[in-house]
């Protein structure tokens, strides 16, 4: 097996939960690698929502998706991911992306923060539908993240174990703060027998 990376790990589960015309929500842009993969799985008949709060982020982000033929079912969003709740119904999404910390190459002030990232895990999390995914990659070192990091691990604990499974992954052989990936699952209702 090839080696395997933090973003190799989470999109493995996006692969298998995001169907052709689902809803999904990319809640950090970036680059728009998160949101190609969410097009490209949810196809024409389906949409995507992409959030930044940097300009630069979203043009990068719309460059890949025209070069990939993608933009059609693509709505990027000026915004902080703690509004999606604006932008979405309640349980109408199948799955939401979280890659915290900073834009490669950019400032790291712009990187996600605690308070920011707690509201909108939570708005999220309401517009997650019955048997939807939410992955968060956490990224930590040098000077940033570390609090984020605590914060959102804190948070997921607290998450009811009957309405959601979470699951807290580690690379635990690697050194300097590898990232750590957490998939939260909204589970679907209990079949009545
Ligand atoms: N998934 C992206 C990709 O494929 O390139 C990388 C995301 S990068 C690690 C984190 C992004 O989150 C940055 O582009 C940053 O501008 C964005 N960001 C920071 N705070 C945000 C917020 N409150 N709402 C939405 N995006 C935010």
Redesign the pocket.
Known sequence: MKNLTVTDWYRQFVRTQVQPGDLCI??????????ALLCQLTGPTGQVLA????EK?LSSARRRLDALGLSDNCRLIL????FMENYAAPESVSCI?F??????G?DHR????AA?TLR?LASGLSLLKPGGLMTVCI?SGRDTGFEERDAVLSFVRTLDSRKYLVIQSEYVNRPNHPPIPVLIIRLPPEPVI
């Open positions: 990319d809640a950090t842009a970036g680059n728009g690698n998160d949101t959030f930044d709060i940097q982020a915004d902080s991911h703690e992306t890659n915290l910390g900073y834009l490669p950019s712009t990187s996600t923060h920011s909108a990224y």
